[in-house]
């Protein structure tokens, strides 16, 4: 009886390592190649993940993103949330909840998402993330849903790499490795470490749940 169990569970574990090393990777490069799931200017990722609350313990975080720019092996993300309304302040760390997260998935294509500008996002005659006049008069689609991402301008995109430190610290926010996202199916940052020249933090990727076109 003994000698079955074991060989249950070591079938079981092989069949979990085969799906972790071989399958898995195989379906993400095959989506990878797919019009639905390629990755491209305008996809929107979702991902979740576990991360500190500020205790011992971890809570599940939910993440969905507009890629904005591909540039290189460099890849542009903007975090997709809904503007708050007056009084109304939404959760402060960008992410969502788990109900609104799985919603998305099935509905991002027939749902408007507005890119917004940093400098519309942040007027000094207005509160930031809140949607108001000036924002319904500028992006009429925000009438119909609250959900923005910051857009980049134009002229920002496909730029080298500024040497100035603190346009440095601001181009590398939110830059992801294209490789790792095409070949490993994570979100791997681009970072500015104490070497001469920035890096992938490979420790700190995080697993891609879908891309969505």
């Not at 929107?44 to 904005?68: D, E, H, L, P, W």
């Not at 542009?76 to 909840?97: H, N």
């Not at 940093?118 to 509160?127: A, G, I, N, V």
């Not at 910051?150 to 830059?175: G, I, M």
Request: net charge positive; glycine share 4%.
């Amino acid at each position: 009886m003994k000698k079955m169990l074991l060989i249950v569970v070591l079938a079981a574990m092989a069949l979990y390592a085969f799906k972790i090393w071989a399958y898995d990777p195989f379906m993400w490069k095959k989506a990878m190649k797919s019009p639905e799931h390629a990755l491209k200017p305008g996809s929107t990722i979702f991902a979740n993940y576990r991360a500190s609350n500020g205790s011992q313990s971890t809570v599940r975080k939910y993440f969905i993103f507009k890629v904005t720019e591909i540039n290189g092996d460099h890849v542009r993300l903007s975090v997709v949330r809904q503007l708050s309304e007056a009084g109304k302040p939404l959760q402060s760390d960008f992410s969502t909840t788990e109900h609104d997260y799985q919603a998305l998935k099935k509905t991002i294509n027939s749902l408007a998402v507005t890119g917004i500008l940093r400098e519309d996002l942040y007027r000094k005659d207005s509160e930031p993330y809140v949607l108001n006049d000036y924002l319904k008069a500028k992006y009429p689609a925000l009438n119909t849903s609250r959900y923005y991402f910051e857009e980049l301008p134009a002229a920002h995109k496909n730029q080298p790499v500024p040497n100035e430190q603190f346009q440095r610290s601001e181009y590398f926010s939110l830059l992801y490795s294209k490789k790792e996202i095409i070949e490993h199916g994570r979100l791997a940052p681009w970072v500015i470490s104490n070497g001469p020249e920035p890096e992938i933090f490979h420790r700190m990727a995080e697993d891609i749940d879908v891309i969505i076109n």
